[in-house]
């Protein structure tokens, strides 16, 4: 079952962090912490979503261990 809220709270990281490195891109001050900050927060976002989906879809872990047998 997917778990829309869960979901959704990562997309909005991905959201985040995209923004904010896409922000830092068009600023014309470097800003390390801004940079920093964004891509951990786009990464936990990718890494948390992916482990969702995952779990969302374990079809596909159970097709190959059947075909392995």
Not at 26 to 34: A, E, H, L, S
Not at 49 to 56: F, G, M
């Amino acid at each position: 079952m997917i778990n829309t809220k869960k979901q959704a709270i990562y997309t909005a990281f991905i959201i985040i962090g995209a923004g904010l490195l896409i922000y830092d891109l068009i600023d014309t001050d470097d800003n390390v912490y801004i940079k920093i900050g964004g891509l951990v927060i786009l990464m936990v976002g990718l890494y948390n979503s992916t482990k969702q989906w995952a779990k969302d879809n374990p079809k596909d872990n159970e097709e190959s261990s059947e075909d392995e047998q």
